[in-house]
């Protein structure tokens, strides 16, 4: 039983992974259904830039994070969301939606305002997952045999003390890659969506004179402390070639009266 053991160990998924049949293409999961009904293994992303009338970034923010967390039907979730106050106001949403919700959120962030950027960005997710599939295809057949050497172990206490070891080290690899087959499938089946908010007032042309007239007095201010601290550095050195300036002109006369 002990040279049964040792021989079906030889076959761990993680020393050598070819040893055990692969069952087939992820698509015959059914975790992977959503995925295969995409088409492809295809992780979107989407990121959306909208130009909102001055006052109003702080409002559509509310607007969309309200309606990401009203959207049972799309599993909005959402990751960050932020804002920045004053002169320049701006915002930011990320969420994680299923693909038909996408379009419907970037649509109320469009209503309040326009719609200046609009990006989507994909990575293709086919080759981790289909490595993944076929790795937890290995470690259940490998835990099948397990369980049936175990089943035959009968009193043999040396055997059945490895066998459960080696059973508790295959499931610990099993959810561990069967986490990693979930998040890589909510990948696919989700999408991405960032949007940025700014205020429509920092595209505009009088835009930079109206920050330079509200910044004069600052700038100003700036300046004189700036010239201030500039003659503080150049006071000592103003002295020191006046006295140089002295001994050159003393020198320079008896030289002429020579």
């Not at 295959?170 to 499938?185: C, F, H, K």
């Not at 909510?186 to 999408?191: F, G, I, P, S, T």
């Not at 949007?195 to 429509?200: A, D, F, H, K």
């Not at 020191?240 to 009266?257: A, D, P, S, Y």
Request: net charge positive; hydrophobic share 40%.
């Amino acid at each position: 039983m002990l040279f049964s053991l040792q021989g079906c160990s030889q076959h761990h998924p993680s020393g050598a992974a070819g040893e055990l049949a692969y069952s087939g293409p992820p698509g015959k999961h059914a975790a992977a259904a959503g995925a295969q009904a995409r088409g492809k293994y295809l992780a979107y992303e989407h990121s959306v830039t909208v130009d909102s009338p001055e006052g109003g970034v702080k409002p559509l923010l509310d607007k969309l994070v309200a309606a990401c967390q009203a959207d049972v039907t799309s599993q909005c979730t959402l990751l960050a969301s932020g804002v920045e106050g004053g002169r320049e106001s701006r915002a930011h949403i990320r969420v994680r939606i299923k693909k038909a919700g996408v379009e419907p959120l970037v649509a109320l962030a469009a209503s309040g305002g326009e719609v200046a950027s609009r990006n989507t960005a994909a990575e293709d997710l086919e080759s981790p997952i289909r490595d993944n599939a076929k790795r937890l295809d290995m470690l259940r057949s490998y835990r099948e045999k397990l369980l049936a050497l175990e089943a035959k172990a009968g009193n043999n206490a040396d055997a059945l003390i490895k066998l459960s070891q080696e059973l508790a080290t295959v499931q610990s690899e099993l959810e561990s890659a069967t986490g990693v087959e979930a998040r890589l499938m909510e990948r696919v089946n989700m999408d991405l969506l960032n949007i940025s908010i700014q205020s429509r007032t920092q595209r505009g042309f009088w835009s930079p004179v109206k920050r330079s007239l509200g910044d004069y007095g600052s700038n100003l201010s700036e300046g004189i402390a700036t010239a201030i601290t500039g003659t503080a550095y150049m006071l000592p050195w103003a002295l020191i070639l006046f006295v140089l300036g002295l001994v050159v002109r003393k020198v320079w006369r008896k030289v002429r009266k020579q």
